[in-house]
């Protein structure tokens, strides 16, 4: 029975019990378990790729950086850079990377020159958050 759920499962292959009416009445009632958990599966996958393709939940990390972008009347700002991201990369900018252009805003302390320079340079969000903290961790040493 063990070998028989196994091969359903992974290969989808019905087993032959012969004549043995027992196992085929009980794997029938197993099939319809290890159908129902399948397709519940495949929705579950379905749902978590369509929120991918929104960006998903922004991270922790970044969490008030939209509503601080709003208080600061930067959302032109911000919607600029979007547009130069999109653009460059050819991709749809999702929540994540709104909200980490965001952040690279609000560490620039709202000029998005140096962030389109690094745009321009090919530079993908994670690289241009990188290259800003860089920049303001020797800046702060310095000091």
Excluded at 8 to 34: A, G, H, R, W
Excluded at 85 to 91: A, G, K, Q, R, S
């Amino acid at each position: 029975m063990f070998k028989a759920i196994m091969d359903y499962s992974f290969e989808q292959k019905m087993p032959d019990f012969e004549d043995d009416s027992v196992l085929n009445i009980i794997f029938q009632y197993i099939k319809k378990d290890l159908d129902y958990s399948n397709e519940e599966y495949l929705l579950k996958c379905a749902n978590s790729e369509m929120c991918g393709e929104k960006g998903g939940r922004p991270s922790k990390e970044y969490k008030n950086v939209l509503s601080d972008i709003k208080i600061n009347n930067w959302e032109e700002r911000l919607k600029k850079l979007c547009d130069t991201y999109e653009n460059t990369f050819n991709v749809v900018v999702n929540t994540n990377i709104k909200t980490k252009l965001g952040h690279c805003l609000l560490l620039s302390h709202g000029d998005p020159d140096f962030i389109e320079k690094l745009i321009q340079k090919d530079k993908v969000i994670d690289e241009i958050v990188i290259e800003i903290e860089k920049l303001l961790n020797k800046t702060n040493s310095s000091l």
